[in-house]
């Protein structure tokens, strides 16, 4: 069996840890992320021109941001925030006005960015994966981990990026096929 729950991989793991115990093998199930949440938005395309996008890592608040030109339209967001995972991808309104005020640093005085002009808007979870057993406080990483319950052999993968799922299906048939 093999956990691939992105933030809600704790929660999987915490089910898994009371049947361990029911069955007698009661081994620590640590905490293995951290969930951290984007915010997207979708703005008509002549926010970017076709061929440059920005990245602004000195906002505000110190969180980065970005425009991207994306399929004739311009994507805009911002990195993680901590909070709970949740299922639903609805983005606070709060997080869309910031990166709108935020765009608007950028933009032609001319040009008002306005709520109107998203299309579209969503928040995502990131898994920050932390090592089960490294010592308690150690820092979060956008890396993955993949780790195995030694009592019930059952094997997780937490963490990781949009751009590395493949490589860490990999690593995780391999690691499963190595125990065979």
């Not at 005020?101 to 932390?130: F, H, I, M, Q, T």
């Not at 799922?165 to 690593?171: K, P, T, Y």
Request: net charge negative.
């Amino acid at each position: 069996v093999v956990f691939a729950g992105g933030p809600f991989t704790d929660g999987l793991r915490g089910m898994e840890g009371e049947r361990a115990s029911a069955d007698g093998d009661a081994a620590e199930v640590r905490p293995a992320v951290r969930a951290a949440a984007g915010t997207h938005v979708v703005l008509p395309g002549y926010y970017t021109p076709p061929d440059m996008g920005l990245l602004d890592h000195n906002t505000s608040d110190g969180r980065f941001l970005f425009l991207l030109p994306w399929l004739g339209h311009t994507l805009a967001g911002t990195t993680d925030v901590a909070c709970p995972p949740s299922s639903s991808p609805r983005p606070p309104e709060d997080e869309v006005q910031w990166i709108l005020n935020e765009c608007g640093k950028y933009l032609s005085k001319d040009l008002r960015v306005r709520r109107s002009d998203v299309s579209s808007a969503w928040r995502g979870w990131r898994p920050l994966a932390v090592d089960p057993h490294a010592p308690p406080g150690a820092p979060a990483s956008r890396d993955h981990v993949i780790s195995e319950h030694p009592g019930t052999g059952v094997v997780f993968v937490a963490g990781g990026k949009w751009t590395t799922w493949r490589e860490m299906a990999e690593e995780v048939v391999d690691r499963i096929c190595e125990g065979r």
